[in-house]
């Protein structure tokens, strides 16, 4: 499978009369989007707004973030099951609005939404508050209960992203990048002198509005499977829940995956990038065990010398982890494992809900329980309020004049466990 990922570098995005991509600036027509957006009975309004990197706007509550995309040649199209067919993605040549990016807002559906901050100190922990963001704000109908409100928005967000990517289609990018898996024996026989290395992408699936989805397909309904890597690049995985903000995996990130971007980088040079083993995070133990023993079987078959394992969320998703690095480490496969951590505000508490004394190393992407205090901000998209009741704030983390002071947890990537964010440790 061999993708060309054509990048179109947005220097700005702005209101215009036509929707379009010049010189670097992104043009959105407003009407236009508004109609794309909200076509769907079950929408009542629609409003768009820009947001960029510097000013002192804050969006709250983000549900999901995507990248404009669009596919320019090869089998099937972006987000495929939802806003294309199933063919299968990941081949051809695709085209991304680099440096900008498709904000969903609205009432609050779960306790599980996040804050992006464009300045400020709450800027400093998202990767969204260096996107060009256009955001929109959906409101369903009166009347849905909270899981088709969640699909409504997240399929608007879906056609608006999705609109927005179709702009590129006949521009110019301003760089291509070539990615390429070859089938199994093929790739293990391109560099047999390197270590063979793959990936355990473990999607959150525990339900109840902790939902993600592979070619439209609900992640907790399938066994662990195969995925070529540069499928992801065409969105065949798709954000659709609502775990904390700090370590949910947007759309966009998915589209981005830095493990998938890192192993790509050092294929061929210092290892074998051989693929990627997609699993689920279950709620019984005998899925659990299931879906652990699968993948185990999965890796071992690949004939891999290592594995990185992702996790996205917490708690819960801890025992998969764990489960999925003591099953492939006792094949005589070395692991590494990428979590955050829930250590409490002064943390010293227990980090994860679950450990081993196996496994070869450990990355961590932050400790969610950090307490911040955000500035107030000129700017507000969407409902401040739902400060005091997303995870991560509490009762007055909304004070009067403006400013929330609540955990890291609230804040859009702040812990990401694909390793998307910003925090990081130096030693002296």
Known sequence: MRLEVGNIFIKDVQFGDVAKVENGVLFVNKEELIEVTGDDDRIASVDVYLAKPGEETRIIPVKDVLEPRVKVEGDGGILPGFISGVEQVGNGR????????LVTTGRIVGFQEGIIDMSGPGAEYT???KTLNVVVKVEPIEGLDQHQHEAVVRM??????????TLGKEVEPDEVKVYETKPLIEQAAEFPALPKVAYVYMLQSQGLLHDTYFYGVDVKKIVPTFM????????????GNCVSACDKNPSYVHMNSPVIEELYARHGKD?????CVITNENVTLADKERSSNMTAKLIEYLGVDAVIISEEGFGNPDADLVM???KITKKGIKTVLITDEYAGQDGGSQSLADSTPVGDAVVTGGNANQLITLPPMSTVIGY?????????GADGSLASDGSITAEIQVITGATNELGFGYLSAKTY
């Open 384 to 392: 401040p309020e739902v400060a005091d009741v997303i995870a991560g």
């Open 271 to 275: 290892i074998n990038f051989m693929g």
């Open 127 to 129: 990767p969204f508050s």
């Open 94 to 101: 695709t085209h991304v609005l680099k440096g900008a990016a």
């Open 156 to 165: 608007a967000g879906f056609r608006a992203g999705t609109y927005l990517g």
């Open 324 to 326: 999925n690095c003591n």
């Open 228 to 239: 070529y890597p540069t499928e992801v690049f065409d969105g065949a995985i798709a954000s």
